[in-house]
């Protein structure tokens, strides 16, 4: 297991398409993160899964985004009716949670949005 | 609200250099506080994460500290290197049982050989 798989790791779009992300966590983590990252600013949390559930969504993830995760394993991002406004850098994280684990986060290398 | 700010927003020091990189926080109330490093157009790689209960953390040439009282917490690069160039991030988890990290803006480290 070589760590979290991001796909596509570049998307453009034309405003007003739908696209969707995929992320591969590291097989053992049960805990799966999605963050966005616009130029010169820090990563802001959008979503949180543990095992199959969303246990956690920001505000910022208006009605035309939707994430996923069938089965506990990947999980997918959708957004609808893309604006220019979502161009960023998704990032998708993972990490364990069991007893004497650090609780530490693996990011994958993200995928790219620009909306045209 | 927590908010995370990081000090400086750049820096940039000659090889070999020891330096510093801050973060402050406004509610004290973490669980833990992760530092991370940037490569332009990459992902995060974590460097070092402090839970609560912890004062420092070090790995190879980097120690981070932790002071949770008055929110804040440095990252020190140890006879830094051209290598050590990228974006470093802090991030904090709440008490209470969110997962959402909140991160500072980062500062951009530059090494000159």
């Known amino acids: 297991d070589t760590g979290v798989s991001q796909n596509p790791r570049h998307k453009i779009t034309k405003r007003g398409q739908n696209v969707t992300f995929r992320c591969d966590p590291i097989?053992?983590?049960?805990?799966l993160y999605w963050y966005r990252q616009t130029l010169g600013q820090g990563p802001e949390f959008l979503t949180y899964?543990?095992?199959?559930?969303?246990?956690?969504k920001s505000r910022l993830l208006s009605d035309r985004f939707s994430a996923e995760r069938p089965k506990g394993s990947f999980s997918t991002l959708e957004i609808q009716r893309t604006e220019q406004g979502d161009s960023a850098m998704y990032l998708c994280?993972?990490?364990?949670?069991?007893?004497?684990?650090?609780?530490?986060?693996?990011f994958g290398s993200g995928t790219r949005l620009t909306v045209v | 609200k927590q908010e995370v700010t990081q000090i400086p927003a750049a820096l940039s020091v000659p090889e070999g250099e020891n330096l510093v990189l801050n973060c402050s926080f406004t509610?004290?109330?973490?669980?833990?506080l992760q530092w991370f490093r940037q490569d332009p157009g990459k992902g995060l790689t974590s460097l070092l994460l402090?839970?609560?209960?912890?004062r420092e953390q070090t790995s190879g040439r980097l120690n981070a500290s932790l002071d949770k009282s008055s929110g804040r917490s440095t990252l020190y690069i140890a006879a830094s290197q051209p290598g050590d160039s990228a974006t470093y991030l802090c991030?904090?988890?709440?008490?209470?049982?969110?997962?959402?990290?909140?991160f500072g803006k980062g500062t951009k480290l530059t090494v000159n050989p």
């Open positions: 994280a993972s990490s364990v949670n069991r007893q004497g684990a650090r609780g530490g986060y693996t």
């Open positions: 097989s053992e983590h049960n805990r």
């Open positions: 899964f543990q095992n199959e559930a969303q246990l956690e």
């Open positions: 509610d004290s109330a973490i669980y833990n």
């Open positions: 402090i839970q609560s209960s912890q």
């Open positions: 991030a904090v988890k709440a008490q209470g049982g969110s997962e959402k990290l909140v």
